[in-house]
């Protein structure tokens, strides 16, 4: 019976498992139970967080006071900075949390919030396949919009100027649509 019981055992946090993941990949979930302290995992977050998320703001905003005369470049950068600023406000946001969004995790798997029978089964259903409908039409915008940002342009000068903006705005849309979709 214990072992009948096992296997059919929702597992909520199967449903999230791609967004952990990427979290993950951005610097953004500690491996295991661990929260944020100073592990092998700190510098990653640093460089992401640091070096992509906040680097790449800092080099949009020089730019904007450098072409403060362009209307066309102002207003441009302007809607990419706000669009920026997220990304490291949300991120801020799952650092302070990551301790209590893993224990709910932990909880959510309790027997408490297990289906009891199939019907319960079948109402939770529903709701899971709207909620990866919507994730998968974020991923679908997100990455999108990143073909037509980075590889419809022609390689600028600085490569490793290039190179780093992709990889930020590369991050930041990973981080906005998996902290979104959590």
Do not use: C
């Amino acid at each position: 019976d214990i072992l009948k019981k096992k296997e059919t055992k929702f597992d909520w946090k199967r449903t999230i498992r791609l967004n952990i993941l990427v979290l993950k990949i951005v610097g953004l979930w500690p491996p295991g139970d661990e929260i944020y302290g100073y592990t092998f995992y700190t510098p990653y977050e640093i460089l992401n967080v640091l070096f992509l998320q906040i680097g790449i703001i800092v080099f949009q905003t020089v730019n904007l006071f450098l072409n403060i005369d362009g209307l066309e470049v102002v207003t441009g950068t302007i809607f990419m900075l706000l669009m920026e600023m997220l990304a490291p406000i949300k991120s801020y946001t799952i650092i302070k949390n990551t301790g209590m969004l893993k224990q709910l995790m932990a909880t959510i798997n309790n027997d408490l919030f297990q289906p009891k029978n199939s019907q319960q089964r079948s109402l939770i259903q529903p709701n899971l396949k709207a909620w990866k409908k919507t994730v998968a039409t974020f991923w679908f915008f997100t990455l999108g919009w990143l073909f037509f940002l980075m590889f419809v342009k022609a390689s600028p000068h600085y490569e490793l100027t290039y190179l780093h903006q992709f990889t930020s705005v590369t991050t930041m849309s990973m981080v906005n649509v998996n902290i979104d979709s959590l």
